[in-house]
């Protein structure tokens, strides 16, 4: 086995001013999302002022320990990089768990390039939620897809959202009251969900599978198994890597070994788990869809 060494940066000046050039464009492509976002000039004139200091910042950054850092940060805010024991109302699990909850949609916006709420309203649509049907979203987050479920077909469903991080809640609920709409919002762990058997005509979830250990989403999906209806559905919705090229080499150096995500992985366990049916698509060039029905009595 050949070891690895790192080799050192003698790209001197030009190295310097293109990580230097990274860090910018990120930094310019937050601060658009933050005006998307507040809709404001006052906002986005404190953008400026920000933009600023974060030049002044990134010198120091690069010079000292160039991009691993950024790294380092995203990873941060997107979720514990080790599967740790997490205590927090009761509930402990060994998946990730975000707790950057006023940051995450920010983030998912700048990872998206603001294509969130149209694919959420696509996994709505694959959705197929029929009135008085009640409905799951596993791993809820900051409740976007049961919100955006609760305003479209789902109008006279009834929601529930449950996820492990009581920050995510507390958003979700907010998120809830500012669109006007009734969803149930409890934290809640998806390895152990504590709904009664034969509850759910939907389970959903999105951008949650890939937080969670091999072991874990085979729990997960034999207890998404468990609360379904007989002929109830199951639809996951999680990140797809971009195709080899320049945005992948972007999204690479921020999220690091995110980008080789493959949800076919996921198709034999979800096949385990005993769901029928099972199907795999696209939601968009960044998502995909897998869906399944749970066998009738």
């Not at 990580?19 to 404190?46: D, K, M």
């Not at 390039?113 to 409905?135: C, D, F, N, Y």
Request: hydrophobic residues 45%; proline residues 4%.
């Amino acid at each position: 086995m050949h070891s690895h060494k790192e080799v050192p940066d003698h790209s001197g000046g030009t190295g310097f001013l293109v990580r230097h050039l990274f860090l910018l464009i990120v930094a310019l492509a937050i601060l658009s999302v933050l005006y998307v976002e507040a809709q404001n000039l006052t906002g986005f004139g404190w953008g400026v002022v920000l933009l600023l200091l974060a030049h002044v910042v990134a010198i120091i950054v690069i010079m000292h320990s160039g991009r691993a850092l950024l790294r380092r940060l995203f990873q941060a805010i997107h979720g514990p990089s080790d599967h740790s024991h997490y205590h927090a109302q009761e509930l402990e699990t060994e998946g990730r768990i975000i707790s950057w909850a006023w940051f995450y949609d920010i983030f998912t916006r700048l990872i998206f390039a603001s294509r969130v709420q149209t694919m959420m309203k696509a996994a709505v649509s694959l959705a197929k939620i029929q009135p008085g049907e009640k409905v799951l979203d596993v791993g809820c987050g900051t409740g976007t897809l049961a919100v955006l479920a609760k305003q479209g077909d789902g109008r006279t469903a009834e929601l529930h959202g449950i996820d492990a991080a009581p920050e995510m809640i507390e958003r979700a609920r907010q998120k809830a009251k500012t669109a006007h709409v009734e969803v149930d919002f409890q934290p809640g762990l998806a390895e152990d969900i504590r709904f009664e058997d034969d509850a759910f005509d939907l389970v959903m979830n999105s951008f949650m599978m890939h937080h969670l250990t091999p072991e874990l989403r085979e729990k997960a999906l034999a207890e998404i198994y468990r609360v379904l209806k007989p002929g109830g559905r199951l639809l996951i919705v999680d990140f797809e890597p971009p195709k080899p090229g320049l945005y992948k080499s972007f999204l690479t150096l921020i999220i690091g070994d995110m980008t080789s995500i493959d949800n076919t992985t996921l198709l034999p366990i979800v096949r385990s788990a005993g769901f029928q049916q099972v199907e795999i698509g696209t939601v968009s060039t960044l998502a995909t869809y897998i869906s399944g029905v749970k066998l009738l009595a």
